[in-house]
């Protein structure tokens, strides 16, 4: 069975934009994955319109039942017809964990685990807090499912700049000498997970930070940054600044 994933982070930044853009609800419809992830979620004034909009098409809905204070989140959503059984896991929202909302699913008697993620930042000593994203990394890894489960985790990783030929040695001096897409990428594949960052464009400014970590097959990586094109886009807090990172998946 192959399936479409997708996840997106809509810069709603802690509820600086005080409701999900019309545009936003109207993309996804258009781009009908069967799972999407949104990142830099807040459940603010629309919320409840926002989840009811997308389960009219068809998707399910997974958040952290917690109130949050208009802090940064995730939602899941899955389309209902796909899923014949799921629950949901969250972990502490504080500083030393990044924003996780873990969710797991039958999908015709196959179990799969869906981890939406994001390592947040903050702070005005860089280095401080690169190496506060390394310990959410670390809390990260420490609430993944057993390594023979099947498992995805996607999201905004906030890992900074790099090429495609750096490793972990390559920014000795530098806040990424504590946290970087290479440390990220050997520290997943330690645990288990395959990383899947599409080659081509970025997906926020000239950095690529949202990725797709598994251990089941994962094809057709790519950003799509054609929401820009919606007539009713604005480069404002409260519209996506990120590309949408889609793929298939193989279960």
Aim: aromatic share 10%.
């Amino acid at each position: 069975m192959q399936l479409t994933i997708s996840t997106w982070n809509i810069n709603q930044r802690s509820g600086l934009g005080r409701q999900i853009p019309d545009m936003v609800i109207n993309e996804l419809g258009q781009l009908g994955a069967d799972i999407m992830c949104l990142t830099e979620y807040v459940k603010e004034e629309n919320h409840s319109l926002f989840c009811s909009s997308l389960q009219d098409k068809g998707y399910k809905i997974f958040e952290d039942i917690r109130s949050l204070d208009f802090g940064n989140e995730i939602l899941i959503a899955i389309k209902n017809s796909l899923i014949s059984d799921s629950k949901v896991i969250s972990i502490d929202n504080d500083d030393n964990n990044p924003n996780f909302l873990r969710v797991t699913v039958n999908i015709s008697g196959k179990e799969l685990n869906i981890i939406g993620t994001r390592i947040k930042t903050g702070g005005k000593d860089i280095i401080k807090d690169f190496k506060e994203r390394k310990i959410q990394l670390d809390n990260l890894i420490s609430n993944l499912p057993t390594s023979h489960e099947n498992t995805i985790v996607l999201g905004d990783f906030n890992n900074g700049f790099f090429k495609q030929n750096d490793d972990i040695h390559s920014y000795q001096g530098k806040a990424r000498e504590f946290y970087s897409y290479p440390l990220l990428k050997s520290a997943m594949n330690k645990a288990g997970l395959t990383v899947y960052t599409p080659s081509d464009l970025n997906s926020w400014k000239y950095c690529k930070l949202d990725h797709i970590f598994a251990n089941i097959p994962i094809s057709n990586e790519n950003y799509s940054w054609e929401f820009l094109k919606n007539p009713d886009y604005k480069s404002q807090v409260g519209y996506p600044d990120h590309a949408i990172l889609s793929a298939t998946i193989s279960l």
